[in-house]
């Protein structure tokens, strides 16, 4: 069936570096993706969402990646803040409907 | 603009226990979500409504859960009996007529 998963559950890095988030999404059918963040006691808030027609889209400080080929996404956060410090959630959207389908999540801890 | 609004935050009851959560979107938006969420978890959709029309409940474990959006704008969502595994966050979000979600805090519910 259809799936997401991430590669790794917890992501450390220092403030001020630069974080990378994967994911991997088995539906090549898949059309439209979306990278979400969670924190602590709060509902996931909209990060930012690319189409299968492109393959890099850039927001303030992050970057998604799209790689069709082998079924792989990023997220790109430049510039690390204690602030990103959330569990993150790629999802996947297949078709004409707008049912997302979320992986487990990563959690990205920030070091001082 | 106000976002999405859940309540009760928390809610703790026993086992074989009723239980209800409400939802009021954001303003405007015609389709409204239930998910599921445990912990470590990306959400899991329960039901999507289109206005007032369940138009996916297909993953509702229909013998206890229960929906209804009787006026196509707040929802509730009951549990009835609850089970120990019914113990999650469970999230209500909405959206407009493009793909992206947003979400309202959720409602941790413990079943004890």
Not at chain 1, 78 to 97: H, I, K, L, R, W
Not at chain 2, 2 to 20: D, T
Not at chain 2, 64 to 73: P, T
Request: net charge negative; proline share 5%.
């Amino acid at each position: 069936g259809e799936s997401v998963g991430l590669h790794l559950p917890t992501l450390s890095v220092q403030e001020g570096d630069n974080s990378i988030i994967n994911c991997a999404y088995s539906n090549s059918a898949s059309d439209y993706f979306i990278w979400y963040k969670q924190e602590s006691g709060k509902g996931p808030q909209f990060i930012i969402d690319i189409r299968s027609n492109m393959d890099k889209r850039q927001g303030q400080r992050v970057t998604v990646l799209l790689n069709k080929t082998v079924k792989h996404l990023s997220l790109q956060i430049a510039a690390t803040q204690p602030g990103d410090s959330a569990v993150y959630f790629c999802a996947e959207n297949t078709g004409n409907t707008d049912k997302l389908i979320f992986g487990t999540g990563t959690r990205l801890q920030v070091f001082p | 603009e106000a976002g999405v609004v859940q309540s009760p935050r928390y809610k703790i009851i026993e086992k074989k226990q009723p239980v209800a959560f409400w939802c009021n979107p954001i303003s405007g938006h015609n389709t409204l979500y239930w998910y599921l969420q445990n912990l470590g978890q990306g959400p899991e959709l329960l039901i999507r409504y289109e206005n007032e029309e369940a138009v996916d409940d297909s993953q509702l474990p229909k013998d206890r859960f229960s929906a209804e959006r009787l006026k196509g704008v707040d929802s509730t969502l009951k549990i009835q009996p609850a089970e120990l595994g019914d113990s999650a966050v469970y999230l209500c979000a909405s959206s407009s007529d493009s793909y992206e979600q947003y979400f309202g805090p959720g409602t941790r519910l413990t079943v004890t």
